[in-house]
């Protein structure tokens, strides 16, 4: 299987290739670059792993939750060389390839939404791949819901979001916290190779993100005005 996966969502950009079971990334800190970097990324490790894009089976992409502006370009690149190729497309929630990275077998993963609030969702680990244990919500930390129990790993900037609210209310069931950590399109490719696996495609077409936030618009106006004030 040979999948090309991306994952914009938030500050870090990445892109990684999956070939037969071996992922090869690049992952960087670039806000705002990542339409600059996600393609020349994508055409140079299919180039470093000798495969060509008539070779993928599919296209994986981080559909979010997460910035507007990343998770829409995310999904419009993947939409645009599947569509081009002929090929399906594998969306992965990007929290879950956030979970990904902690050790433990439940896991909460949340990412800074800014405005006050945060993307979150609990998971856990069932065999190489995660189950969900709730669903994914943008919601101030103050109202933030962790099932119940302990040793619950927390990854995500989420934990760090509005002073570290979330971590502090659950900090009796909390056994582990990242609070620096970012989504990968490496676990994106993990993902969705499962999910190609099992037979979980979509035509690009009918990919549609998830933003969460229904006030979408009203953010960008806002930024507008922000930008605007500070020029003045």
Known sequence: MKLLAFETATEACSVAVYNDGEVHE????????HAELALPWAEQLLADAGIAKSQLDAIAVGRGP????GVRLAI?????????????????????????????????????????????????????????????????????????????????????????VLQQRFSDRLAIVDASALPHAADVALLAAMAFARGELMAPERVEP??????????IVEQKALRDAGRT
Not at 103 to 110: C, D, Y
Not at 210 to 219: E, G, I, K, P, S
Request: glycine residues 12%; without cysteine.
């Open 26 to 33: 690049r992952f960087e800190l670039a806000p705002r670059r």
């Open 66 to 69: 997460g910035a507007f502006t």
């Open 76 to 164: 419009s690149i993947a939409q645009g060389i599947a569509l081009a190729m002929d090929k399906p497309v594998v969306p992965v929630s990007t929290l879950a390839a956030l979970a990904m990275q902690a050790q433990g077998k439940r896991i909460v993963a949340a990412i800074d939404a800014r405005m006050g609030e945060i993307y979150v969702a609990a998971f856990e680990r069932d065999g190489s791949g995660l189950r969900a244990l709730s669903q994914e919500a943008v919601v101030k930390p103050e109202a933030a819901i962790i099932p119940d129990g302990g040793d619950w790993h927390g990854i995500g900037t989420g934990f760090a979001a509005v002073g570290g």
């Open 210 to 219: 998830a933003y969460l936030r229904d006030n979408v618009a009203l953010t």
